[in-house]
């Protein structure tokens, strides 16, 4: 569930990098430590199989690595599997694995560890979520030889190759696997450029260059071993401290960067800003239909005709964040978006009220039906939503309020955040979640992502059960014809966005401030985590 950070900038501010960073001006250089600071939450478990957030990818993407990933095209390309091959009738993939390497803690990558990480991932007691939703029709992982899996599926799976690019569901050895889990998630195992040697909770992780590494995905800017010697991983919540320090020149890279820090940093000719939005959904508010007011579609929709979003994005964003109509990102191809649904109106969202029977009001001017008050529970997570965002939450409040709605903003932490989603208390919430690939469509809004994972999660936020959006779902799931994918992802979009289950409001937002010493550095074109791997510091 990789949930954590707010909406995505879509505008390249002018003096802002937009990807990858920079060119390197002279020869890398190696060794030196870079201090990473972070606004995400610290994760509870540095195993991303484990639960599966987007704290955990950051950091994940520097130890771990992926079968495969995917080009800067949305091309997917090779990585710890250097070929692979599926069966005609799509139930069947088998994968060759790069011969040479090795876990760090000297277990040999091969067939068996594939095997091992799928069991892992799919084991109910690792408490997966977006793991184990992304493999959830992989039935078995056999070895034919040393370097080869292959993979048995119970339903064709188009997104199997995207699913497989995710930090989520990277290569750990499978001798720490064996560990406990608290020992897992302390200090993971995997192949990549840097190891975990120390987790100070609540302050940092230092991570340490991995000298023998040689398994770079394929557009990698160059061979062996990272240049860095190390990496420091901050913690530092407050977005302010944040910016002060990689001013200061006491961190080099932050991110979760506020809007107008990005405006100011533009000025700065020691500063550039790396934008990455990230696949899969859009950030949006997901109206639960499950319970009332929001069972009724009327309500659903007067609630959405009387946020104004634009005007929000437009005083909180400056420019940094594009206003989105679409349940998918817009960097996602098959996107459908439909801005006329969305309209700010209040005479409309009157209209629809007295139709759906709210057509008293108290003193407070809320609207009243047979002595209920129209109010609306929204918990928001302050790990998740950057300042700005939970502003913009305050500013639909107030014009929500017009139309006669009571919403309770509750700041929870992470914590309290999933408790209050797991007992369904709640009619909105703000929930971004991560996949690559239009896929993500079936993990949102398939009646079956109304039941939870093992980790307890569940991704269908917006309760939707719609037989026919199910079978939509399914049938673009299975489908390896472009244009008829294309056609059923559009269908289901239309039967998302017509029913006003959510209301969307822009990309995740993501992106990196780095001092101009960073030479480098990029963001994965998989879910747009940082990878340090190529990146140097400029004496």
């Given at each position: 569930m990789p949930l954590l950070a707010a909406a995505a900038v879509t505008a390249v501010l002018a003096g802002c990098?937009?990807?990858?960073?920079?060119?390197?001006?002279?020869?890398?250089?190696?060794?030196?430590?870079?201090?990473?600071?972070?606004?995400?939450?610290?994760?509870?478990?540095?195993?991303?199989?484990?639960?599966?957030?987007?704290?955990?990818?950051?950091v994940a993407t520097q130890y771990l690595e992926s079968l495969v990933s995917r080009d800067s095209t949305g091309k997917i390309i090779p990585w710890l599997a250097t070929s692979w091959t599926t069966s005609a009738d799509g139930l069947s993939w088998d994968f060759t694995l790069k011969n040479g390497v090795t876990f760090t803690d000297g277990t040999p990558f091969d067939a068996a560890a594939v095997a091992a990480n799928v069991a892992h991932v799919q084991n109910p007691s690792t408490a997966s979520s977006t793991g184990y939703l992304a493999l959830a029709k992989v039935t078995s992982v056999t070895a034919p030889d040393a370097h080869t899996a292959h993979f048995t599926l119970s339903q064709p799976d188009s997104a199997l190759l995207e699913s497989l690019s995710m930090p989520w569901v990277a290569m750990e050895s499978p001798t720490a696997l064996k560990r406990s889990q608290a020992d897992n998630c302390a200090s993971p195992v995997g192949t990549g450029p840097f190891t975990v040697t120390a987790w100070n909770r609540q302050q940092s992780i230092t991570l340490t260059r991995n000298d023998a590494y040689n398994s770079p995905p394929a557009d990698a800017a160059h061979q062996g071993p990272a240049y860095l010697q190390s990496i420091e991983w901050r913690f530092l919540p407050d977005s302010a401290s944040r910016y002060a320090a990689l001013q200061a020149g006491t961190v080099d890279v932050i991110d979760n960067v506020q809007p107008d820090t990005i405006v100011q940093a533009q000025k700065s000719s020691d500063l550039s800003y790396l934008s990455a939005p990230r696949p899969g959904a859009s950030d949006r508010i997901e109206l639960n239909s499950s319970i009332a007011p929001f069972d009724d579609a009327n309500v659903r929709e007067a609630f959405i005709r009387s946020a104004d979003v634009n005007d929000a994005v437009t005083s909180l964003f400056f420019g940094t964040a594009t206003r989105s109509y679409s349940a998918l990102s817009s960097i996602e191809p098959l996107g459908y978006s439909e801005p006329g649904i969305f309209g700010y109106d209040q005479a409309a969202a009157a209209t629809l009220l007295d139709k759906a029977g709210w057509t008293d009001r108290n003193t407070d001017g809320y609207r009243v039906k047979n002595g209920q008050v129209l109010e609306l529970k929204f918990p928001v997570s302050t790990n998740q939503s950057i300042p700005a965002e939970q502003s913009l939450f305050e500013q639909l409040q107030a014009t929500s309020k017009q139309a006669g709605f009571k919403v309770d903003l509750e700041p929870l932490d992470l914590s309290s955040w999933y408790g209050a989603l797991g007992s369904n208390s709640y009619n909105l919430v703000s929930a971004p979640y991560t996949k690559v690939g239009p896929d993500v469509l079936r993990t949102l809004f398939d009646s079956a992502s109304t039941k939870p994972a093992p980790s307890g999660y569940f991704a269908n936020h917006a309760q939707v059960t719609n037989p026919t959006l199910d079978d939509l779902?399914?049938?673009?799931?299975?489908?390896?014809?472009?244009?008829?994918?294309?056609?059923?992802?559009?269908q289901a979009q239309k039967i998302v966005l017509e029913g006003f289950y959510i209301l969307p409001l822009y990309d995740q937002q993501n992106g990196y401030l780095q001092r101009s010493v960073v030479k480098g550095l990029r963001a994965m074109p998989t879910v747009s985590t940082p990878t340090l791997y190529d990146t140097w510091l400029q004496k």
């Open positions: 990098t937009a990807s990858p960073a920079s060119p390197a001006t002279s020869t890398p250089v190696a060794g030196g430590t870079l201090v990473y600071a972070t606004g995400d939450a610290e994760p509870t478990c540095l195993d991303p199989h484990v639960g599966g957030n987007y704290p955990q990818a950051l779902l399914t049938r673009a799931s299975q489908s390896s014809d472009a244009t008829e994918r294309a056609s059923l992802y559009t």
